[in-house]
């Protein structure tokens, strides 16, 4: 008799279904192989390899300099781990603003190079055109609104979004497009939890919430912001599980003790 137990695999179905019955859908963000086996493992929904990347993994200031080609090295890496998961990825910033061709091929090399399920892009009404390239492809596309870390130049901050009635309407508006070009989920970030409320009654799609309230479809966070690896940053929204930051450095600190004292290895780590 076989044991083998054939894993449900979350798809953008899944999600949609989810929505219906009201059962909140987790998300958070993965870089690499050993970090989403082990949220795959805990039966995280979406894993989003996010052009956070940038930052938490490349260490940059904002998340423009981060290039297709890594993005697709994470992606590669996370998609290896993951048996049930729902991987999707951001297109990086200069990967899909061009034009739709652009989009489109950046979007092809995502899916056929990483073999990721979904793509993620920033924007509304001015990207809608590219969204609807790539899903004459067949590729799934998750929306993006509110405070989009790659227009932060224009910006000026990471300030709460949307606070005005003409940038709520346009977002409104936004998400109605993207749901009519066919995305099958919209992120929302850091905009007042009224409005996030409201966009997630309007629209039939998930909407998956940062920063954005409790009264939306799910919650995504960025995984070194909540298991604390990274403890310069600490917004409001932010809820920390871990403080991996302190503890990883005390085991280091431990290694480094034994190392110098002589007492690693001992007599039974050696052959
Ligand atoms: O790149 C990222 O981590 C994201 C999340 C903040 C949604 O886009």
Redesign the pocket.
Same mark, same amino acid.
């Given at each position: 008799m076989s044991t083998y137990k054939e894993v449900k695999k979350v798809t953008t179905h899944t999600l949609h279904e989810m929505k219906q019955r009201g059962e909140k859908i987790s998300m958070l963000?993965a870089y690499d192989y050993s970090m989403a086996k082990i949220f795959d493992a805990a039966k995280i929904d979406v894993l989003?390899v996010? *052009?956070?990347a940038s930052n938490v993994m490349h260490g940059h200031e904002t998340?423009l300099p981060i290039t297709l080609d890594e993005m697709i090295s994470h992606a590669a890496g996370v998609i290896r781990a993951v048996d049930r998961a729902l991987v999707v990825v *951001?297109l990086p910033f200069g990967s899909y603003q061009g034009n739709s061709k652009e989009a489109l091929n950046s979007a092809i090399r995502i899916m056929k190079e990483a073999e990721a399920h979904a793509v993620?892009l920033e924007g509304g009404e001015e990207v809608v055109e590219s969204i609807k390239r790539i899903l004459i492809a067949g590729i799934p596309v998750m929306g993006?609104l509110g405070l989009t870390p790659q227009s932060i130049y224009k910006f000026g901050t990471y300030e709460v979004r949307a606070k005005e009635e003409a940038e709520a309407d346009k977002l409104i508006r936004d998400a109605k497009l993207l749901e009519e070009a066919g995305c099958f989920a919209l992120?929302l970030?850091k905009i007042p939890s009224k409005l996030a409320k409201q966009v997630a009654q309007i629209i039939q799609i998930p909407v998956i919430g940062?920063g954005a309230g409790s009264e939306v479809d799910g919650q995504?966070l960025?995984s070194h912001d909540m298991l604390g690896i990274n403890k310069d940053f600490s917004p409001k929204f932010l809820r920390r599980y871990l403080n991996l930051y302190d503890e990883i450095k005390l085991a280091v600190e431990r290694y480094v003790e034994d190392v110098k004292k002589q007492d690693f290895p001992n007599e039974k780590e050696q052959y």
């Open positions: 963000t989003l996010g *052009d956070s998340t *951001d993620k993006h992120v970030e940062i995504v960025v």
